[in-house]
């Protein structure tokens, strides 16, 4: 036990709020930073379960072998994609819930237009868009965030409804590249997977941190703390 209190504490957190305090901003490093510990120590059992799994001996009888190997090749097949999934869509659900909280706080003052673009779009790049453009926040999001945004989100769909057809070519040909580029990971490519999009959210966290302080300091009667 002492162990994984001392591992706890060795992660390095994915997000650490600005000093300068709104609740939006530290509720979702504290909600996100969690998610990142549960996601280490929940994969590490996982694997040790699967292992345990593998070398299990049954009574020897046919019955119990067939349930055995029922049981193994379910669990490694399962097991991890679940864990992946939920991972994957809470990350994305947490800077859902950030986006929506900082646009709260931003429709408090007055004459803010909080109507949001009504086409057809993912949440976080409709909010994102309402940001900037109504409200002048200056968030710069590169053509390659938001592919590898989309990319994860299409992986996220995958887990969760085990789809049978193909991916589309542009979220192949960004997953064939993000896993390139995590050749040197000593994870498997589907873990890392998960890590990119864990790091993904931070950094559009940290991206619309910096750009609310910004807008904040300009509103009149706010100068810089």
């Not at 994609?81 to 007055?110: G, Y």
Request: net charge negative.
């Amino acid at each position: 036990m002492n162990n994984l209190f001392s591992e706890a504490f060795e992660f390095e957190p994915l997000y650490q709020p600005n000093q300068r305090f709104l609740r939006a901003f530290y509720e979702f490093a504290s909600r996100l930073n969690s998610l990142q510990r549960h996601w280490e120590f929940s994969r590490q059992f996982i694997a040790r379960y699967l292992t345990d799994l593998q070398v299990g001996q049954t009574d020897g009888s046919g019955e119990m072998n067939f349930r055995k190997d029922e049981l193994v090749l379910s669990d490694q097949e399962y097991f991890p994609d679940f864990l992946r999934c939920a991972v994957v869509s809470q990350s994305l659900a947490l800077v859902e819930n950030l986006l929506a909280d900082v646009v709260h706080e931003i429709a408090t003052k007055p004459g803010a237009d909080t109507k949001l673009d009504e086409r057809k779009m993912p949440y976080v790049n409709r909010t994102i868009l309402f940001l900037t453009r109504n409200c002048g926040l200056e968030i710069e999001v590169g053509n390659d965030f938001w592919k590898n945004l989309d990319a994860i989100r299409e992986l996220r769909n995958r887990y969760m409804h085990k789809l049978d057809r193909d991916l589309p070519d542009q979220i192949k040909a960004t997953l064939t590249r993000i896993a390139d580029e995590l050749q040197s990971n000593d994870k498997p490519v589907n873990d890392a997977f998960v890590d990119v999009g864990l790091n993904l959210v931070a950094e559009l966290a940290e991206k619309v941190e910096t750009a609310y302080w910004q807008w904040f300091d300009k509103q009149e009667g706010h100068p810089r703390i």
